[in-house]
């Protein structure tokens, strides 16, 4: 069973700036698409981000287009998402989630594993 954990959540300033981790168990990191997705209070889970296995392929939300930025360590079997300029409207729970095959990443049925979540707070 693959497990996610995330942190690096928090209450931040709007303008200021977060670093997400999502470390995974096993020895196959590598070989999944990795994904963030955010939930609001009263809203559907939404995309953020998208890395491929060996991160030569990245994708975004456009709400975070040129703002956030994710990146992966396969030696750590760690996904990261660095949370620049960032806006009330950001506030969320952040999930990172694992995908087997590489196919409709921006869609969370199509992942497989996901971690708890971390709350991200921005206040105005």
């Known amino acids: 069973q693959v497990q996610l954990v995330e942190s690096g959540g928090g209450l931040v300033q709007a303008g200021g700036s977060l670093r997400l981790s999502c470390e995974t168990s096993g020895r196959t990191f590598s070989m999944y698409t990795m994904g963030w997705f955010r939930q609001a209070p009263g809203k559907e889970r939404e995309f953020v981000a998208a890395?491929?296995?060996?991160?030569?392929?990245?994708y975004y939300a456009d709400s975070v287009k040129g703002r956030f930025t994710i990146s992966r360590d396969n030696a750590k079997n760690t996904v990261y998402l660095q949370m620049n300029n960032v806006k009330p409207e950001d506030t969320a729970v952040y999930s990172c989630?694992?995908?087997?095959?590489?196919?409709?990443?921006?869609?969370?049925?199509?992942?497989?594993?996901w971690g708890q979540g971390t709350q991200v707070t921005v206040s105005s």
């Open positions: 989630a694992a995908q087997i095959i590489h196919y409709r990443y921006v869609d969370p049925a199509y992942y497989n594993y």
């Open positions: 890395i491929t296995q060996s991160g030569g392929s990245t």
